[in-house]
């Protein structure tokens, strides 16, 4: 291979390459003949980054499934459930949700009366003091999410669809609090 024509085509694919390493090449010349700058006093410790909740992104499937069953958490711990409706369906026939019941809960109880609250998004009214966290439902290519807190005591916790059928098919996972 000729080198000449190697750098040619090298050069002529990136200009930007080769202006920034001139620009480069120059400011360590600069800087090398620059006299030394006194020694900065005791720098701060850089600030510590700030966290936000712990994002678990879940995807809702036309074949009634969440992809992930499991979501293990610290009591406490604040987390942010991203959902997004894989599918090509009308949202009318398919949608998802992801609610978080409370211990004790009653499923087949709250699926039912579910069912019946299709007005309200699936989320029945009578049913708000056993829904510790919960999303609006998304249909195929949309995306919506719910920022919470993990219960303070430990346990095994259901979250679940709401849309009709969906929990009845196996749409529901286990949030783990230890």
């Known amino acids: 291979m000729n080198p000449k024509v190697g750098f040619r085509a090298a050069a002529s694919r990136a200009p930007r390459f080769f202006a920034a390493l001139a620009l480069l090449l120059s400011a360590a010349t600069t800087l090398s003949a620059a006299p030394a700058a006194p020694a900065p006093a005791a720098a701060k410790p850089a600030a510590a980054p700030a966290t936000g909740p712990r994002v678990i992104k879940l995807k809702g499937l036309e074949t009634m499934q969440y992809d992930i069953k499991i979501i293990q958490a ?3 711990e604040a987390l942010k ?10 949202k009318s ?3 998802h949700n992801f609610t978080l019941l409370a211990k004790g809960t009653n499923e087949d109880a709250f699926v039912m009366d579910a069912a019946m609250a299709k007005d309200n998004g699936y989320m029945p009214k009578a049913k708000a003091s056993s829904v510790l966290a919960s999303t609006k439902l998304a249909g195929g290519g949309e995306t919506v999410e719910v920022v919470f807190n993990a219960p303070k005591e430990p346990g095994e916790y259901t979250y679940l669809c ?14 783990v609090v230890k």
């Open 74 to 76: 610290k009591p406490g």
């Open 81 to 90: 459930v991203v959902l997004t409706g894989v599918g090509s369906m009308p």
């Open 93 to 95: 026939d398919m949608a």
């Open 162 to 175: 709401t849309f009709p059928a969906h929990s009845m098919s196996g749409m529901k996972g286990k949030l």
